[in-house]
């Protein structure tokens, strides 16, 4: 009796065991479970946020109050507000002259750290240090450094070398101080450059530049045929970082102009901010926000499409 | 920067509480009152109560407001917790209050933030009007915030108001050639023109500052006649008034020193420490900061204060930044709460804060004229009545939302600035004004 119920019970634990497992091995189930936490963090984090961010842009919510849904109605104000057109202008234009001017000093600088120096780490540390700074701190001594009254850049010109005699106005007036933002975050940002090209310029084999040497290359046509193809990838990714990070800067501008004067050095990043909180008007500065996505989509595609081209990297017969 | 008030910090607190109280009783010897019952507030069981407000100016703002907190503790029990949070993040947190329902009973806002969340709010007319009836009645200002619109019913029970007059250099003005700061337009135009020439120029912010850029602003247009929205809140800023002051504007601005389009709420403090700028308009920050500061001595005794230039209007065309306090209907202990704010504003504990805010406030209850505060410096007489000033944000309207709205996005600072810098005719600067104000107010 014992040895049959012995046997009739075995094999129906071993089943339910092999349930267990069997749902384990399934491999659907597995994925499944294993990408739970990732995909859960995302909607939390990613996902919602900028959902409501988007469906905020079509309601009239303020602070305090609800909105209800009102269409296209924000981006319609939007569309004929002279101010908002002006962020636009800007932020592209502070984009696309920081960028250059950060890759064109950043890729310099890293050709020169490329070089044996002496001291060659403290160097390379030294030169991040703009970097790591927190962004608001170096902008609050760019604040400094562009105050109308108590300048150094002034204090020199006029009280030491007296080579002017008005204090220099950075920021009273449209042009210069939108030069003098992207001065600013041009400086903050050629560090990031600098150190991730000279890591690709540390991968390039030196054998090419021993081969092109024996060609008789010149300086110049080494920099042409191999540093820069070579260089191409990480320049691709890099670019597409600095960017991003350009366009939707927002601590330089808003500690130091707070998008003045007349609102000629708002980016489309503090418009949303001073619409969106200060203003109260969340519906309006969501929809400025979300009017920055295509300029992003734009700006990551052609970076990875574009730039990240075999062709571009190596001539047009090299399929 | 929240703070919890506890048992030791409450022990200790308290001994500075009975030197604050004894303080209190002698100081608020001289503040009349009338004998007048107070409402019968039957405190609930287990009440305890949690205050926002916003951080200090100055350090007894902090310490004597909680001194006065632990002492409502002490005498009725009732447990109560004080958090100071920054001054743009207040209104952000009495939203967010609001609309979930949970959070501090009360909170010191901004002006015209109860008639903003009006449906959420207890009523406080019990003990508004008596502390009214008590303390000489409400200053203008303190009555105009402290009621719901168009009626008769408070909501917010208005602690204090900051006021921003002319702070000016005596030995500049009078080598300007004047004695004092005239109320008329032209003449007005004549002493910064004379000024500018000693080179000792004015300078008014006109960049994005709050504070300052605002009080110019509205400066300009209030003293021109001018105004942002009529009796029934309609946008009336694009008027010939405001073209005549951004005219006048055009005239004024080269008089000032450079760089005021880049100016935002500290600059004309340091330029003003600095003896760069000679005639300003500010809170009594200004002249505090110099008169604490031993290197900056004959600046501080140099310098004299008086209300912004009348122009048209006969009274000085400024207002005063209310601090008004609210209580949420979703506080569990609304007669604790209203027996606070009464606490807070009696005497004993008023007069001392009032008293050691050095003017940085000036009071809504008209007795307290008669604080020790003002007479402890004859250049603090103009801020005394900083809240009996005849103009509020979005005059001549009713308290809006709206009206903080424009101010925070600088829609007439920067009408002005756009004109100053030459950006724009004046006709256009007031189209465009006219048409950002509209956003808000519909």
Known sequence: MTATFDIASLPRKRTEQSWLVRLFDYKPFLVTICLLPAAGLLLVFLTYPLGLGIWLAFTDTTIGRDGKWIGLENFEYLFEDTIFWQAVFYSVFYTSVATVGKFGLGLWLALLLNNHLPFKSILRAIILLPWIVPTVLSAIAFWWIYDPQFSIISYVAVDVLGVRDKYFDFLGSAWPARWSLIAANVWRG??????????????????????????????????????????????????????????????????ITRGGPVNSTHLMATLAFQRGIPGGNLGEGAAIAVSMIPFLVFATLFSYFALARRKWQQGESND | MA????????????????????????????????????????????????????????????????????????????????????????????????????????????????????????????????????????SFLGDKYGKRQKTNNWIGIPFGGS?????????????????????????????????????????????????????????????????????????????????????????????????????????????????DCWLTANGVSLYFALKNDPA??????DTEHQALPFGLVGKPPQSSLILNAMVFRHSKYPNAAKTYLQFMMEAEQYDPWLTGCLGYWSHTLRAYAKSAVWDSDPKLEVYRNGTDNQFWSGYKGP?????????????????????????????????????????YFR
Do not use: C
Request: a neutral charge.
């Open chain 2, 399 to 439: 308290i809006s939302h709206a009206a903080g709205a424009v101010a925070a996005e600088y829609v007439l600072v920067q009408m002005f600035a756009s004109v100053a810098a030459g950006q724009a005719t004046p006709q256009e600067a007031a189209r465009e004004a006219e048409r950002r104000s509209r956003r």
């Open chain 2, 3 to 138: 703070t919890i008030i506890t048992r030791r910090d409450t022990l200790r607190l308290g001994a500075g509480a009975a030197a604050i109280a004894a303080l209190g009783e002698q100081a608020a010897a001289q503040i009349p009152r009338a004998d007048v019952a107070a409402p019968k507030l039957p405190i609930e069981n287990g009440a305890t109560l949690r205050v926002l407000r916003p951080a200090r100016f100055v350090e007894p703002d902090e310490t004597i407001f909680r001194a006065n907190t632990a002492k409502f503790q002490a005498a009725t029990g009732i447990e109560t917790r004080v958090d100071f949070v920054g001054w743009e993040d207040i209104r952000q947190q009495t939203a967010v209050a609001s609309n979930t329902g949970t959070g501090p009973d009360i909170v010191l806002g901004w002006a015209e933030d109860p008639n903003v969340y009006a449906d959420k709010l207890i009523e406080l007319s019990d003990v508004a009007e008596y502390l009214g009836k008590r303390y000489g009645g409400w």
């Open chain 1, 190 to 255: 050629i560090p990031f450059v600098a150190i991730s090209l000279l890591a690709g310029l540390q991968t390039i084999s030196p054998t090419l530049y021993e081969a092109a040497l024996i060609d008789g290359a010149t300086g110049w046509q080494r920099i042409r045929f191999i540093t820069f193809p070579l260089l191409l990838p990480i320049l691709a990714i890099v670019m597409t970082f600095s960017i991003i990070f350009t366009f939707s800067d927002f601590q330089l501008v808003y500690a």
């Open chain 2, 296 to 301: 900056q001595r004959a600046i501080a005794e």
């Open chain 2, 163 to 275: 006021t921003g007059p002319i702070a000016y250099r005596r030995s500049a003005v009078k080598e300007a050639g004047f004695d004092k700061i005239p109320n008329d337009h032209g003449e007005y135009l004549k002493l910064l023109q004379a000024l500018k020439k000693i080179n000792k120029p004015a300078g008014f912010a006109l960049g994005n500052a709050v504070g300052d850029g605002n009080g110019f602003a509205h400066w300009l247009v209030w003293s021109h006649g001018g105004y942002l929205v009529d009796e029934d809140g309609k946008v009336a800023i694009n008027s010939k008034e405001t073209i005549a002051a951004l005219n006048y504007l055009k005239e004024l601005y080269p008089t000032f020193i450079s760089g005021t389009l880049s100016w935002g709420d500290p600059s004309n403090n340091r330029a003003y420490a600095a003896g």
